[in-house]
């Protein structure tokens, strides 16, 4: 298994990905440690707090205040690591685009200090966090995720072949997490009004223990130099209020700066580096030269493919959309 025996250190670990990949792995798993890297320390008392019992020493979980702007603590911290991931960032759209160099300094030089830190250190694999924004980016968010995925992909060429393995893990928007629309949803319900920016939107949906399910198989078959795409439904976000608030009007306010229409995890151009497994595709870099082994088998997407969330051939509807609320409690 992936994380049994292994000390694993999880940047961004008191965001919302990071206590369910904790959640997960202290409940599946047999890890070593759990480093739980993140720069606030009131979150940290009070994860620490809910997930460790008084006196409870034999804890595999472990905490380390930074940032990760800080090469040196992220140097300090990765003594010893196995396994690396990168879920540290700066993702709210508005504020990236309000606050640029802030974003460009977390997600680009913070994730260029994750790898060199990670290569520095010896660590076996690193697994970086990234997002359909990153594909034909419309704002800083996703551009900065774009060039995150280009460093990891392309740090490869600085580890050797058999010592440090990086790889990026691409899905589209995560229930439950920072930002989400649901939670605004369900407060906007109590007024019988519910505010969407376009009607015609689709998304790429899926639940946080889907995503941390995502980042674990991608550990297990990871080669180096990937970004890996799951395989995951659409949404039509009028479905998302009607599950939430169906008894709502639609009070339709225009679409935001920086956003689009539709979601795309593969572009056509992407498509011809692209590889279709069972469950999720993997886009293979062109400039791999760093790795000799040949190719997984598997076969190249048609000419012309795209991963769009309009054209997508799974859709949630509004009965599974109200099971998956329900049961996440979001």
Same mark, same amino acid.
């Given at each position: 298994?992936?994380?049994?025996?292994?000390?694993?250190?999880?940047?961004?670990?008191?965001?919302?990905?990071?206590?369910?990949?904790?959640?997960?792995?202290?409940?599946?798993?047999?890890?070593?440690?759990?480093?739980?890297?993140?720069?606030?320390?009131?979150?940290?008392?009070?994860?620490?707090?809910?997930?460790?019992?008084?006196?409870?020493?034999?804890?595999?979980?472990?905490?380390?205040?930074?940032?990760?702007?800080?090469? %040196?603590?992220?140097?300090?911290?990765?003594?010893?690591?196995?396994?690396?991931?990168?879920?540290?960032?700066?993702? #709210?759209?508005?504020?990236?685009?309000?606050?640029?160099?802030?974003?460009?300094? $977390?997600?680009?030089?913070?994730?260029?200090?994750?790898?060199?830190?990670?290569?520095?250190?010896?660590?076996?694999?690193?697994?970086?966090?990234?997002?359909?924004?990153?594909? %034909?980016?419309?704002?800083?968010?996703?551009?900065?995720?774009?060039?995150?995925?280009?460093?990891?992909?392309?740090?490869?060429?600085?580890?050797?072949?058999?010592?440090?393995?990086?790889?990026?893990?691409?899905?589209?928007?995560?229930?439950?997490?920072?930002?989400?629309?649901?939670?605004?949803?369900?407060?906007?319900?109590?007024?019988? $009004?519910?505010?969407?920016?376009?009607?015609?939107?689709?998304?790429?949906?899926?639940?946080?223990?889907?995503?941390?399910?995502?980042?674990?198989?991608?550990?297990?078959?990871?080669?180096?130099?990937?970004?890996?795409?799951?395989?995951?439904?659409?949404?039509?976000?009028?479905?998302?209020?009607?599950?939430?608030?169906?008894?709502?009007?639609?009070? $339709?306010?225009?679409?935001?700066?920086? @956003?689009?229409?539709?979601?795309?995890?593969?572009?056509?151009?992407?498509?011809?580096?692209?590889?279709?497994?069972?469950?999720?595709?993997?886009?293979?870099?062109?400039? %791999?030269?760093?790795?000799?082994?040949?190719?997984?088998?598997?076969?190249?997407?048609?000419?012309?493919?795209?991963? #769009?969330?309009?054209?997508?051939?799974?859709?949630?509807?509004?009965? @599974?959309?109200?099971?998956?609320?329900?049961?996440?409690?979001?």
């Amino acid at each position: 298994m992936p994380l049994n025996g292994k000390t694993v250190l999880v940047t961004g670990g008191t965001g919302s990905f990071g206590k369910a990949f904790l959640n997960i792995a202290f409940t599946r798993y047999k890890p070593e440690k759990l480093i739980v890297f993140s720069r606030d320390e009131l979150k940290q008392h009070e994860l620490q707090s809910a997930m460790l019992k008084d006196g409870d020493e034999d804890t595999p979980l472990r905490f380390f205040i930074g940032d990760v702007r800080d090469r %040196n603590r992220l140097n300090r911290s990765m003594k010893g690591v196995d396994i690396v991931i990168h879920a540290a960032a700066l993702k #709210q759209i508005p504020a990236c685009e309000y606050n640029p160099f802030e974003a460009i300094q $977390t997600n680009i030089i913070g994730t260029r200090n994750v790898i060199d830190a990670a290569i520095d250190r010896g660590v076996e694999k690193v697994v970086a966090l990234s997002t359909d924004k990153a594909v %034909n980016p419309v704002n800083l968010y996703g551009a900065s995720k774009l060039c995150a995925e280009k460093l990891v992909v392309q740090g490869n060429a600085y580890s050797n072949r058999e010592e440090t393995l990086l790889c990026s893990v691409r899905y589209g928007n995560v229930m439950g997490t920072r930002g989400s629309v649901v939670p605004i949803f369900k407060r906007q319900r109590a007024s019988g $009004t519910v505010t969407v920016t376009d009607p015609r939107m689709t998304r790429f949906w899926l639940s946080l223990e889907d995503g941390v399910d995502v980042v674990i198989k991608s550990l297990k078959i990871m080669r180096g130099g990937e970004v890996f795409v799951p395989k995951i439904p659409s949404i039509r976000i009028t479905n998302l209020v009607e599950a939430i608030a169906p008894d709502c009007r639609i009070d $339709t306010i225009g679409i935001r700066d920086g @956003e689009k229409i539709h979601e795309m995890l593969i572009s056509v151009d992407e498509a011809r580096n692209a590889l279709e497994f069972d469950d999720h595709y993997t886009i293979e870099s062109s400039f %791999n030269r760093w790795r000799s082994d040949p190719a997984v088998k598997a076969k190249p997407v048609a000419d012309g493919f795209s991963y #769009q969330s309009d054209t997508n051939a799974r859709w949630l509807s509004v009965d @599974e959309l109200r099971e998956m609320i329900e049961a996440a409690g979001d």
